[in-house]
């Protein structure tokens, strides 16, 4: 296996199905690496001519006999095997196949692609697409693939790479981010992902020392760990990764998956696996751009408190409402700084933060720069928003000094909102583009902006995830299917989560003796054929006598004639009810793309109506457990609420963690639920009511 | 009172404290009103001076001897009253007053702005600001302001206009949106508002024939409810009024505060009234120019159904993401265009909505124009967004007049997301502009700018609000503060809202008789000194006969002498129960910019766990009403859930609106709680299990 990152600099590249018309998808990639200054060697591979563009045509790739690391494969979607094969059997260790018509188009594509996977396999080449646009690399000027993005000879090299699951709009959102001045370095349109996926290129671009931020469109991916994994290596190497996911409603998943062939997994449980890898989400192509802007600064706050300084009171109020809406904290000043802002600020500006200088600055520029410096010399400030409106010329350039010694002083973020026409700031524009000082239309961006960087640093600098509890294994029963109630909450028990005491009467029981368990009780059908025991009249709940019991068990055999008569009835469930608990649920779901995942919220009718859920990928330890019970929007009904103490938070957050455990470890286990499971007041734990496990045969 | 219309497009204008220095607030628009165009006359006014920037300078506005609308005021705080004294008795309607250093400073200010509006009122002038930055009239190229946006004379005039609190802020916002290629028509700072407010700005601009889309800027509105009356006669209109409020986080609002002086109400009821007006709320410049670019387009789609056609997938999914996300549907294609679709897209494309025409349309143009308008001919299509991803040259010219031939002929929008380099597709982009095509650069923001014609559309063609219901005058006691439970719910009840059935027993109560009520029943304390009884344990549940309420009423006893001794017991409430009804909660607030406000929301753990509450301005008719409950994230409750049956959604519905009549018409009524009103199965109405109302003296 020849390692990704080579692939991003080669030395030779071939074009099979090299087109003498340079507007075809053949000619195309002859054309931009001909002319654009590619720094390597260009060859263009089809029998049917001598020279392309001025270029010597080879017949084959064999023919070549010099350095060629990669193929771009152009030819229709039924030769490319024999092609894949070609190369491979030449040596060259990566084809990138630009041709459609694989899996996208349904059963027969999907057998082409399967052929193009074996060809591949078989000479040890690897394959990108098929179906894809193609690789550019801007410091190497390899314009490798077709698509208006390829005839761009003027794109700026940079430091920024990306790889996209969808060419045309992947290429796109570079010319976008480009027009912006974002300089990019590799970009890669992966297709179908028959072989190279998104989350091994992501991997090979940790390893480029060229690229420093990473960015990623994806419509789903199949090896969401691996997504993960690449993360966690991101955030390791210090490298942001950006992800923007599609597909995320039903009707966005269903095109989705007709435009690749791929399914997309839960939108939802593709957020929670971007959260616990550091990975941070774009929305869309302006977010990413001034995402990029915000981290090619080169500082990360050492957390999450901002001030903001301006010339205008409204652009302030504005950063503020939104930093405070996406949780960063607004910087209380020392009395150091309120010395400085108190003798610099005329009354009717602000001297607390948002700080507001007003128009005076127009007959003192001094007054600026003794702010700027005051307020990030603060040890109560993380980073700084300069709010300087439209401020054009001589001011515009002595602010932009001003921060760029505060920068360079303090090794702060600064981020500016500012909208002068360029040719009203030159100057201004240029010292502070040199120093990377990131610029922004709206104080509303630079909020976003602000908030990107204190999340990255928060979670570059936070501790290292608790491990999973250890949990012991269980021996799931053979075969496949629900189990019941009582086996359900016996392997829970197993694995350290408390159930509700409770006694099993027989299915002919019909006048109970005596029993063990503290009133009120709940009555519950045992029947393997029921999973839903409440829809079918199956619980009676608050029952406090032992003829209570009887007449419970009565109605519920009356119920079940009634309804479901053809189910087999195990038994009766007596068991006692929790009163002093707020009921709550977990969950476990197997993902397409991320396997096992473990879903709280809470339980009741709150469940379905609010969907108030948090999910993450098993297993993991109790501090993501107790993060789930924080992300919930009703988070504050386990503290102390209404008169009522505290829940039991730890003993909550550990059965989750063991939950997450179990779902990982026994992989047999294809869904379970313990709904409700009760919080109790804090010291007296959990107790899961009712549970259902399906296995896998 | 001269009509505010009139302010727009004076024939003079007189700058009082006309500064020969250029640069400075008296001199700037001096300079800009002489230099750039203004089709009137500009009378500076100075005694120091006999000529300014080679204009004659007068000595006070009594010399001006011509016809002059509006005096321009940039003399210091203190002397601005008296400029403005002289300037009514010049007979000049419109004083804007660029001084700052009143209200926004305290409490001297504040003395100063009254001086201020007392010498406007008595001769008659009407005041812009103070603390302001002036007024821009592009049609008539009226610079009459200071700061940077009056030192640029390239700005684009348009229909739009513009009101903003924030002059520097709004005024770097046209800026902005000019940028983008939005012509503006007038755009006015309105600082303090000490006399002129935003509302009355807005009115005017709805009757000014040059505008046709109306934003506005602001941090809060003294009149709300004036704010909401210019939204409903915007619609009318059919001009759009765009808003964009700051100051919504506690310290944004404090900010907001410092900066004009005025108290912000609650984000939430300026949302709320928002909606009950026609109101777009704006978040970002971004935002407010796609908006712009959409109305401008002049087509409104007559439904929610949109549909995507694009040569990339992956835009095509991002459309959809967030057109569902945002409560749009995805059209679904009748058989005529079912059979265009099939005939002209291969296989690798999508002829499904989001339909995929690929990269394929390079080798073949007519396909797009084809697909192009068979979509746009569907009747099940209201408006359709075209996904050109960067597509350049003859492509994207012959996708251009696609678009324009099909926009033509059935009269509905198209939005495209493109990103070429404008030089790249100029024919194309000219052809586009010239038929005010709205291009965006990102799918994401094509959806946005979809979602806000297709709502503009909806409220415009929405059936007129129902009528709020009558609802009898009720008598308040005498004095203010808070009326007992017993006399809260009696008042209710006499506005025909069900309270529960009870009966009070008498302070000294120990065996009460046998009560013709249904157990369970509640026993409560009656007390006028306690607000929150189950906070002081005077409420116990669930009582289920006579002896139960006796030992109940020993509890509470017990209770309030250890947790609140001093309180005066009136009585003890023993009432029934609702067992069946789901929990919610109306209140009344009065807001400082709205007035009596009503809040709906669950009940119960509920209330504070889960804020989820929806608020409208009262009073209101009963289809308000409807839409705020289905407005809860919680709003499946209320219908057919876990196998019970619907709710009484029409009484409680009707509760509501006869609660906001009450609101409205009692004004007395500083606050009112019912909490909880249980809501019961269809047909069995809603009953008020507790109440608090507080009135003022």
Redesign the interface.
């Known amino acids: 296996m020849h390692a990704l990152s080579h692939l991003f600099e080669p030395r030779g590249i071939a074009i099979v199905g090299a087109s003498a018309d340079l507007?075809r998808?053949g000619g195309q990639p002859v054309r931009a690496l001909n002319r654009f200054g590619f720094r390597g060697a260009v060859y263009p591979v089809n029998p049917k001519y001598r020279e392309i563009d001025g270029l010597r045509c080879y017949a084959s790739v064999a023919d070549i006999g010099a350095p060629c690391d990669v193929a771009l494969i152009a030819v229709p979607a039924q030769a490319a095997s024999e092609a894949v094969r070609a190369c491979g059997a030449a040596g060259i260790p990566f084809c990138i196949v630009l041709s459609?018509?694989?899996r996208?188009?349904?059963a027969d594509?999907a057998a082409l692609e399967a052929q193009l996977r074996q060809a591949a396999a078989k000479t040890g080449t690897r394959l990108i697409g098929p179906?894809c646009?193609g690789l550019l690399n801007l410091t190497t000027r390899l314009y490798a693939g077709?698509?208006?993005?390829f005839?761009?000879p003027e794109l700026l090299a940079g430091s920024v790479s990306m790889v996209?699951?969808?060419?045309?709009?992947?290429?796109?959102v570079l010319?976008?981010c480009g027009?912006r001045g974002i300089g990019f370095r590799v970009a890669i349109s992966t297709g179908n992902e028959a072989d190279v996926t998104t989350p091994e290129v992501i991997e090979a671009l940790i390893e480029d020392p060229g690229t420093r931020i990473i960015c990623a469109?994806i419509?789903s991916v199949a090896d969401g760990r691996r997504l993960m994994a690449a993360g966690r290596r991101a955030l390791a190497a210090g490298k942001p990764l950006l992800v923007w996911k599609?597909?995320?409603?039903?009707?966005?998943a269903?095109?989705?998956s007709?435009?690749?062939g791929s399914m997309t997994g839960r939108y939802d449980i593709y957020r929670a696996a971007f959260r616990q890898s550091g990975i941070i989400e774009i929305?869309?192509?302006?977010d990413l751009a001034d995402a990029c802007r915000a981290f090619l600064g080169g500082i990360l706050p050492a957390g999450p408190r901002v001030a903001s300084v301006?010339?205008?009171?409204?652009?302030?109020?504005?950063f503020?409402?939104r930093a405070?809406?996406r949780g960063l904290t607004?910087a209380k000043f020392g009395d150091e700084t309120n010395k400085v802002l108190r003798a610099a600020i005329p009354?009717?500006g602000?001297i607390?933060?948002?700080v507001?200088v007003?128009?005076s600055v127009?007959n003192d520029f001094a007054l600026l720069t003794d702010v700027i410096n005051a307020m990030l010399a603060d040890p109560e400030v993380d980073q700084l928003a300069v709010?300087l409106?439209?401020?054009?010329g001589e001011g515009a350039l002595r602010s932009a000094r001003a921060i760029r010694e505060a920068i360079a002083r303090h090794n702060k973020p600064i981020m500016l909102a500012w909208?002068?026409?360029r040719k009203?700031a030159e100057a201004a524009y240029a010292l502070l583009d040199e120093g990377h000082v990131p610029i922004y239309?709206?104080?509303?961006?630079v909020a976003e902006a602000a908030v990107k960087l204190a999340g990255f640093s928060a979670v570059r600098s936070a501790a290292p995830p608790a491990p999973p509890p250890n949990v012991k294994r269980i021996t799931l029963p053979a075969g496949g299917g629900p189990l019941d109630e009582v086996r359900s909450k016996a392997l829970l028990a197993q694995i350290g989560i408390p159930v509700a005491r409770e006694v099993v009467l027989p299915a002919d029981c019909e006048q109970p003796a005596a029993l063990d368990l503290q009133y009120p009780v709940a009555v519950k059908i045992l029947s393997r054929d029921i999973a839903h025991k409440?829809?079918v009249g199956g619980v009676m709940l608050g029952i406090t006598g032992i003829d209570g019991i009887a007449a419970a068990i009565r109605s519920i055999r009356a119920n079940l004639k009634r309804q479901r008569p053809e189910a087999a009835i195990d038994g009766f469930i007596v068991a006692e009810i929790i009163t002093d608990g707020l009921e709550t649920l977990i969950g476990v779901v197997r993902d397409p793309s991320f396997g096992p995942v473990v879903a709280f919220g809470l339980g009741g009718?709150?469940t379905?109506?609010?969907?108030?859920v948090a999910y993450r990928v098993a297993p993991f330890g109790i501090d993501v457990a107790r993060a789930m019970i924080g992300e919930l929007?009703?988070?504050?009904?386990f503290g102390a609420?209404?008169?009522r103490g505290a829940l039991d938070v730890e003993a909550l957050a550990e059965a989750i963690a063991r939950v997450s455990v179990l779902a990982a470890q026994e992989e047999r286990i294809a869904e379970l639920d313990i709904n409700p499971l009760f919080v109790r007041p804090r010291g007296q734990g959990v107790v899961a009511a009712d549970a259902l496990i399906i296995t896998k045969p």
């Open positions: 507007t998808i459609a018509g694989y996208e188009t349904g594509g179906n646009q077709f698509g208006s993005v005839q761009e996209s699951q969808s060419g045309g709009f992947g290429f796109s010319m976008s027009a469109y419509e599609s597909g995320n409603s039903a009707d966005g269903r095109a989705a007709s435009h690749t929305f869309d192509i302006d301006g010339i205008s009171g409204g652009a302030g109020i504005l503020t409402d405070i809406a607004l009354s009717y602000s607390v933060n948002p507001d007003t128009a127009f709010m409106a439209s401020l054009p909208v002068p026409s009203r239309e709206s104080p509303v961006r409440s829809e009718i709150a379905e109506a609010l969907k108030d929007r009703a988070a504050a009904l609420f209404r008169g």
